[in-house]
C-alpha cells in the first residue's frame, strides 16, 4: 500500500485543485493521499468527492503554521472535526494573518520594482489562502523572476529586506488545538534546515509533552542523517514515523509518492483522529 501523507492543492500554495490532486494521486499508483493545504479545510469537500469518485483513499487535514521560539513550525493536523472552534478559530486568525502580510510584503516590493497587489490576486484561485507563493507567482507573470524557486531564493527569502513575519499560534498552543478538535499532530519536515532555522530536540521533547503524535521524517528535505537521527528521536518519545511528498504540483519539483508511510501508522492516525479517512 503506497500512502503519501502531505500534499497541497490551490486552495493554499499548490497548483492543482483538490479534485485534479486526487486524479493525480490515483495516476501516480497512490493508495492513499492526504490532503494538507495550508491552514485551511476548504479543499476537503471536492477532494472527498475526486476520491470516492477515483478509489484513491482520502485523509483529510491542514498543515498548521506555528512558531516555537520564534522558529517556524509546521503541524500537520489528520483528521481533525473542521467545525471545532478549538483550531478552526487560530486557523482563523492565522489567515487573516496571512492576508495581511502579504500586502506588507508587496508594498515593500512595489518601491522597488513594478508589482501591485492586483498583479497577486490574478493569480489566487476562488477561496485560496493567499500567501508568499502567489507573490512568487505574480513576479513570474510579470517577467521579474524565472520561477518561483528564484523568487523564494532571494526577493522572497526570509533572509532578505522585503519578508515580513506574520502572526501564528505557539507550538504548543498548535498541537492543544489539534487535539481539541480531535485531529493528529505531526511535525511536518522538523529537520529542513535548508528552509532556515529548525527547532532543537528539546523543543520537540516538549511538543511530545503536549501530544505531539508524530515526526514527518522521510522527506526530501532530510539527508539521510537527519532521518536516522530524527528516527532515533521519535523513537525515544515513542512517536510515529511518516513519509510524504510534500507535493504542490508544478510550483515545486516534489513527486507524488516520492516518501511514504507504512500502512500500519496511518492505522494509528486512523484510530486516535476524530473523524474518518474518505474511501470509495
Do not use: C
Not at 493554499?12 to 495516476?27: H, K, Q, R, Y
Not at 506555528?66 to 478559530?89: I, K, M, N, T
Not at 507563493?133 to 527569502?157: E, N, Y
Amino acid at each position: 500500500m503506497r500512502i503519501d501523507l502531505h500534499t497541497h492543492s490551490s486552495v493554499s500554495d499548490g497548483t492543482e485543485t483538490p479534485g485534479e490532486l486526487v486524479a493525480s494521486a490515483a495516476a501516480a499508483g497512490l493508495d492513499v493521499v492526504a490532503l494538507t493545504d495550508h491552514d485551511t479545510t476548504a479543499g476537503w469537500g471536492e477532494a472527498s468527492d475526486a476520491a470516492r469518485r477515483l478509489g484513491v483513499a482520502l485523509v483529510p487535514g491542514t498543515e498548521v503554521s506555528a512558531l516555537s521560539r520564534g522558529v517556524s513550525v509546521h503541524l500537520l493536523s489528520y483528521l481533525q472535526d473542521p467545525a471545532d472552534p478549538a483550531l478552526a478559530g487560530v486557523l482563523a486568525q492565522t489567515r487573516d494573518a496571512r492576508l495581511h502580510r502579504g500586502r506588507a510584503i508587496v508594498e515593500r516590493l512595489s518601491e522597488d520594482l513594478p508589482i501591485t497587489w492586483d498583479d497577486v490576486l490574478a493569480q489566487q484561485a476562488p477561496g485560496t489562502v493567499v500567501g508568499r507563493p502567489h507573490i512568487a507567482d505574480a513576479l513570474v507573470a510579470l517577467g521579474i523572476v524565472p520561477d518561483r524557486t528564484a523568487a523564494f531564493d532571494d526577493l522572497l527569502s526570509a533572509r532578505g529586506r522585503y519578508y515580513v513575519p506574520y502572526y501564528a499560534p505557539e507550538a504548543v498552543e498548535a498541537v492543544e488545538a489539534v487535539l481539541a478538535s480531535g485531529g493528529v499532530p505531526v511535525f511536518a519536515h522538523p529537520g529542513a534546515d535548508g528552509r532556515g532555522r529548525v527547532v532543537p530536540d528539546s523543543d520537540v521533547e516538549e511538543l511530545a509533552e503536549a501530544g505531539l503524535a508524530g515526526l514527518e521524517v522521510h522527506h526530501r528535505d532530510h539527508t539521510p542523517e537527519q532521518r536516522a537521527r530524527l528516527t532515533a528521536l521519535a523513537d525515544r518519545l515513542g512517536l510515529l514515523v511518516t513519509g510524504s511528498s510534500d507535493y504542490h504540483g508544478t510550483g515545486k519539483e516534489n513527486l507524488l509518492g516520492e516518501n511514504t508511510t507504512a500502512p500500519e501508522v496511518l492505522a494509528e492516525i486512523e484510530r486516535r483522529g476524530r473523524t474518518a479517512v474518505v474511501r470509495g
